[in-house]
């Protein structure tokens, strides 16, 4: 084991130092490396998306209100989505990073500290769950990608509930138990090739403050005759907020990337570092501030919602949909949407999940004589269909931005000219697109077989460790599961789409 002086913060190119034991670390990069180490790099990030989402919700509410001409329907449904996706998939959770959401927070705990602790009974994922169920509910049934004024108000109300959340609870409760999105980034992040961790564990062993949990504080603050107790000192850096201690953490799960511990630590032993994508999904045991996954049905819940919601959200844009809630309406005589809609959701996220899930559980569980529940084997297996289900987010989310990327060029030249009445930015170049659907299809199903590759290798790990003696028994029921929905994926991809929020839809 390395012996360490504690008291003695490293420096880069110590021959302690962290940073050279090879692996690829974003935080040594030359220039991004030094801006991200930055103090005050995140509210530099979220400041510019913090002015284009209060543009957003000018022009949502006082722009044209025709979704493919306006700011914040185009920039919601088509880029911002397209891009985080493409950003999880390169990278990392980096839009966790530069939310614009959190900046009015940071801006009122300057003048009231939160005194509230998040309630214990809903220290869990039910609440992002319901939250990340009825945003996607609520997208079908008001037709979000449509409606400008719809979109902007849902872009008020995420700035007014991240702020009434977290000037009232301590923490990053609204992230960690709340923010729909964010739980999206965590387990899409799962994918990601870059993971905020420790560089070198040893150190973390000699360390005696544990900034990185802590926060770090300031010793020289003035305290009389009395005795120092160093909790009882004033923060001059908070550490990590959602409850993730560096040396237990385990991948990306709940992790922001708000490199709060990372300016902490003061022994500069955290890095963003190349790690192979999808291996957390496969482990075992306790995570720091997330529990042990084999034990937590919320998150299996969560990776239902997130995989074949997946699913329902692609085929919703399909046409297939439409003949289908006319059938429902021809059945069932209902004449209004919302009932329909709730029994399609009922199908996609209740009844298909446990049929499915279900029954490759009692097949393990037969096959292999286990005496695990079936839940907990749900539980254990349900991790795998997370990178299938960010293919088909790819896939989807990928196809509206590829094919209307450059629509942001015309209906930004229209808005300054609305704005101004001059065209300052030239006369609006309507006809540009992206690219053809002829290009984007090779790409999408590219998508979706990185995806099933990662499902199965993901799966495979999971029965080998499950009962080693005969992993195929455990493999074969997940296997079949995974396959299905990819075929189901790819279907879906041959249906003709409604090219939502773009001019390509009329
Ligand atoms: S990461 Fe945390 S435990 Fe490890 S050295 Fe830094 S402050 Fe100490
Ligand atoms: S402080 Fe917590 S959430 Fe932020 S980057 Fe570090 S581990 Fe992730």
């Excluded at 919320?298 to 003949?323: D, H, I, Q």
């Excluded at 949407?337 to 393990?364: Q, R």
């Amino acid at each position: 084991m390395t012996v360490l002086d504690v008291e003695r913060p490293l420096e880069r190119g110590d021959p302690q130092s962290p940073g050279a034991n090879g692996q690829f670390d974003l935080l040594e990069v030359p220039l991004l490396g030094g801006f991200l180490r930055w103090r005050w790099s995140r509210t530099f990030l979220q400041l510019p998306v913090l002015l284009l989402s209060l543009l957003m919700i000018a022009h949502a509410f006082f722009g044209p209100q025709l979704a493919p001409k306006n700011l914040a329907a185009l920039l919601t449904w088509v880029h911002f989505r397209g891009l985080v996706v493409l950003v999880l998939l390169v990278g990392g959770n980096f839009f966790c990073m530069a939310c614009p959401f959190m900046l009015p927070r940071e801006l009122a705990r300057r003048f009231v500290k939160p005194s509230w602790r998040w309630p214990r009974i809903l220290r869990n994922k039910w609440p992002s769950i319901i939250c990340l169920v009825g945003v996607l509910f609520a997208y079908e049934l008001f037709d979000l990608w449509g409606s400008p004024w719809w979109t902007g108000a849902l872009i008020v109300g995420y700035f007014a509930a991240a702020f009434a959340i977290d000037t009232a609870f301590e923490r990053a409760s609204f992230c960690k138990y709340v923010c729909p999105v964010g739980q999206f980034n965590f387990l899409s992040a799962t994918m990601s090739p870059l993971e905020v961790k420790v560089r070198q564990p040893d150190v973390c062993h000699e360390c005696t403050t544990k900034d990185c949990i802590r926060g770090r504080h300031d010793v020289n603050a003035p305290c009389g005759d009395q005795t120092i107790i160093l909790s009882e000192l004033p923060i001059i850096q908070r550490g990590c907020e959602l409850a993730l201690f560096q040396p237990r953490k385990v991948g990306n799960l709940d992790c922001t990337f708000c490199l709060d511990c990372v300016y902490a630590c003061p022994h500069d032993n955290i890095g963003i570092i190349a790690r192979l994508p999808g291996e957390e999904l496969a482990g075992t045991g306790t995570r720091s501030g997330i529990g042990n996954l084999d034990k937590n049905a919320g998150w299996t819940v969560l990776t239902a919602v997130f995989v074949f919601g997946a699913l329902l959200n692609a085929f919703a844009m399909t046409s297939p949909v439409y003949v289908l809630e006319q059938e429902i309406s021809r059945w069932t005589g209902l004449r209004v949407e919302w009932p329909i809609l709730g029994m399609l959701f009922m199908f996609g996220l209740i009844i298909e999940p446990a049929i499915l899930l279900g029954t490759a559980a009692a097949v393990t569980q037969y096959w292999t004589h286990s005496k695990v529940t079936m839940w907990g084997i749900i539980n254990r297996f349900a991790r795998s269909l997370i990178p299938l289900g960010f293919g088909i987010w790819l896939a989807h989310y990928g196809f509206h931005f590829f094919t209307g990327a450059l629509t942001i060029i015309p209906v930004t030249q229209n808005a300054c000219r609305m704005a101004f009445g001059l065209d300052l930015l030239g006369k609006p170049m309507w006809q540009m697109g992206g690219l053809p659907e002829s290009v984007v299809y090779p790409m999408e199903l590219g998508f979706l077989g990185l995806g099933l590759l990662g499902s199965l290798l993901v799966c495979w790990r999971i029965a080998s460790q499950f009962n080693s003696q005969a992993p195929t028994k455990a493999f074969f029921p997940w296997s079949v599961v995974i396959i299905t929905l990819f075929v189901s994926a790819c279907w879906i991809l041959t249906q003709p789409m409604d090219m939502r929020g773009t001019f390509l839809g009329g």
